[in-house]
């Protein structure tokens, strides 16, 4: 039962964050300068069109019952309705949403395919030459602002060596049809494997310019961990029993260091969502980090408030993604409900 | 195992050989780690044999080094530097490799530690736990977990083959201790080292886990070398006891001898410090002052300062070993031979 009483802690929580966030949207709202309702009609607009859009939001009333309204319109998922497409900005979230997702996920996966193999065989080799020029990669890779590892990527694979294309999502002519929003699995739909190839190309490398300081994070804290592991009294019996090193390090240590490690991807995961302005940018990729960076250029208030309000219940759902999911990892916290057997 | 050992074993019912056939022999062994700015010797010089079927206890005040050497014995702690001599069964383990030593583990010496709360791996089924001993060797994942359920069964763990699934934060300290025992006694043993393993348990449960102890070691006939500090512990479970003060053995002797005719000062202070049910006594002696650290040892005997006997000799003449009529080996310089 703790298990899940934790679990709807970590719900409420969540919620809590989410109304504290819509607050704080409904205050920058407030604080734009300007006449809010001019805002919304759009530069240009008539007095007319400005008051019946005033009357249409409700801008009359009490600031507290649009506070309310506000909050309620957050419930059914309305972010409101962009100025320049005239569309709900929910519907336009969602149209860039999948391409977003298709470069965290891949990202993540090359991050985490770098940081465990580099974590385990430092810590296996503790102060070895290994370990030691793994901690100055880490540090170096960690270090490196994410525009400037943007651009020498493009630099250097795109422009000098030629290897990958340098910007976009796909070439031209070779898109498959739009099912999932996301190029690479559209492309996989379809059966069509060189689409396929050629999304993958053109997503490998932003995904790298995310993919290079998780890594770096990762391995620093996993490498931690599991020295710490490796360190505690627990690991004397296993020695005792005659355990080999990487017995020791792949079937008690690394179990063990996963609860602090995945706690800590599921806030680089969440921090993706908003790197990915920048990387979207560069790379001239549709998604929500372009999407937001285009309404910004645009003026277009509420489509940029109703992304950072998206934004930020991705985040939430994440890290609420990896709370649970580090709770799962715990018998401790676990309890009996899915251990097998016992009593 | 030799046609001679089958023959010793059969013939000389256990209680009554003095000297049976020596399993380990440890021929003067230095431990030494390298800190900062020296080399500070934790254990100087020690020698000492364990026979087959033997229960030697190694005692002493927490500093001396007891546990240090325990580890030693099983290679166990990679930092410190080791030289002398472990003779385990006819092999100098000091020289074995890494991969061999790691063979020896679990498989001939078992070690069980101090704390059980923290032995075990929260996140790894008992069973699992137990039976990793043996799954290291290779041996199929269902015989483990049958032999680790026969283990527990035999260190009385109820309702073992229910338990095997749980994890160790559903088991009581009791509990959890005759788990790391199962661990070090899966692999079927000839010297369980058993590092304080009681010390962290309430008074109860530390009889009935050295009950076991004591069962198990002459049911199976397995050497057990049991350190603590504890004297009141010792008297029933020891055939002989190693008295251990800053890194050296000071006096050894049969359990009962030793107690009996306490010889070193080092070790009547000892004593003199246990409660006793048959003795009536006003106060509780102790001994006054604190044992040396390894790096600042005194001069001579090391123990001089604190010694109620302390003689002119004491603090500049270190002394050697002698056999008194008792038959203890003991460094003292009250008994000749210095």
């Given at each position: 039962m703790a298990y899940l009483r934790l679990i709807s802690q970590r719900l409420v929580m969540t919620v809590l964050t989410l109304w504290g966030l819509a607050t704080l949207v409904f205050i920058m709202i407030k604080l734009i300068p300007g006449d809010e309702a001019q805002v919304a009609a759009g530069p240009g607009a008539n007095p007319e069109q400005v008051a019946s859009v005033a009357k249409r939001l409700g801008l009359d009333l009490p600031v507290l019952q649009q506070y309310l309204n506000f909050l309620l319109r957050m419930l059914r998922g309305d972010l409101g309705t962009s100025v320049v497409s005239s569309k709900p900005v929910l519907t336009e979230l969602a149209a860039v949403l999948p391409s977003t997702i298709e470069l965290m996920i891949f990202a993540s996966i090359i991050g985490t395919l770098i940081a465990f193999p580099m974590a385990l065989v430092a810590a296996s080799y503790r102060g070895k030459a290994f370990d030691g020029i793994a901690r100055i990669v880490a540090v170096t890779g960690g270090a490196m602002p994410a525009f400037w590892l943007a651009l020498m990527l493009q630099f250097f694979f795109g422009n000098v060596w030629r290897i990958t294309p340098i910007s976009g999502q796909h070439s031209f002519g070779i898109a498959s049809p739009n099912v999932t929003g996301m190029p690479t699995l559209d492309a996989l739909l379809a059966g069509d494997i060189p689409a396929f190839l050629d999304a993958l190309a053109y997503l490998i490398l932003p995904a790298f310019v995310f993919a290079i300081p998780f890594a770096a994070q990762v391995f620093r804290l996993l490498r931690a961990s599991l020295l710490g592991v490796l360190a505690s009294d627990m690991m004397l019996p296993v020695r005792a029993k005659g355990a080999s090193t990487s017995r020791m390090v792949l079937r008690h240590a690394l179990p063990n260091s996963l609860l602090p490690t995945v706690s800590l991807m599921g806030v680089l995961v969440g921090g993706m969502v908003g790197g990915a302005i920048l990387v979207e940018t560069v790379f001239a990729r549709r998604g929500v980090g372009s999407f937001l960076a285009n309404s910004v250029a645009l003026k277009d208030t509420y489509a940029v408030l109703g992304a950072v309000m998206f934004v930020g219940i991705a985040v939430c759902l994440v890290n609420l993604v990896a709370d649970i999911i580090t709770l799962m990892l715990d018998p401790r916290i676990r309890g009996t409900q899915f251990g097998a057997g016992a009593k | 195992m030799g046609v001679d050992t089958i023959l010793t074993d059969g013939i000389i019912p256990a209680p009554v050989r003095?000297?049976?056939?020596?399993l380990l022999q440890v021929e003067q062994l230095s431990i030494d780690i390298a800190t900062r700015d020296a080399n500070v010797r934790l254990v100087d010089n020690v020698s000492f044999g364990i026979g087959r079927g033997e229960r030697v206890a190694l005692v002493g005040e927490s500093g001396s080094g007891k546990s240090v050497t325990a580890q030693a014995l099983m290679?166990?702690?990679?930092?410190v530097k080791l030289s002398g001599r472990v003779n385990f069964d006819g092999k100098d383990l000091l020289s074995l490799s890494p991969s061999q030593m790691a063979a020896m583990r679990g498989q001939r010496m078992g070690m069980v530690f101090q704390d059980p709360m923290s032995s075990l791996d929260p996140l790894m089924t008992i069973g699992d736990q137990v039976a990793e001993t043996l799954r290291i060797r290779g041996i199929s994942k269902r015989n483990a977990r049958q032999r680790a359920l026969d283990v527990l069964d035999e260190l009385k763990v109820e309702r073992a083959a229910e338990r095997l699934?749980?994890?160790?934060?559903?088991?009581s300290g009791g509990m959890r201790q005759r788990v790391v025992l199962a661990m070090a006694l899966v692999g079927e043993p000839d010297l369980l080292i058993a590092d304080e393993p009681t010390t962290a348990l309430d008074v109860r449960v530390q009889e009935r886990v050295l009950d076991l102890l004591d069962e198990i070691s002459r049911r199976r006939s397995l050497a057990v070398l049991l350190i603590t500090h504890d004297m009141g512990i010792v008297a029933g479970f020891a055939d002989r006891v190693m008295v251990m003060y800053s890194g050296r053995i000071v006096e050894e002797n049969e359990a009962t001898l030793l107690f009996a005719e306490p010889q070193h000062p080092y070790t009547r202070g000892l004593l003199e410090a246990v409660p006793r049910a048959d003795v009536t006594v006003d106060r509780l002696r102790s001994i006054p002052g604190a044992p040396p650290v390894p790096a600042a040892r005194p001069s001579g005997c090391t123990f001089h300062p604190r010694c109620d006997r302390a003689m002119a000799i004491c603090s500049s003449v270190e002394p050697g070993e002698a056999i008194t009529p008792s038959g203890a080996r003991v460094r003292c310089h009250l008994y000749g031979a210095g």
């Open positions: - | 003095r000297r049976p056939e020596a290679r166990l702690n990679s930092r699934d749980s994890f160790p934060h559903e088991f």
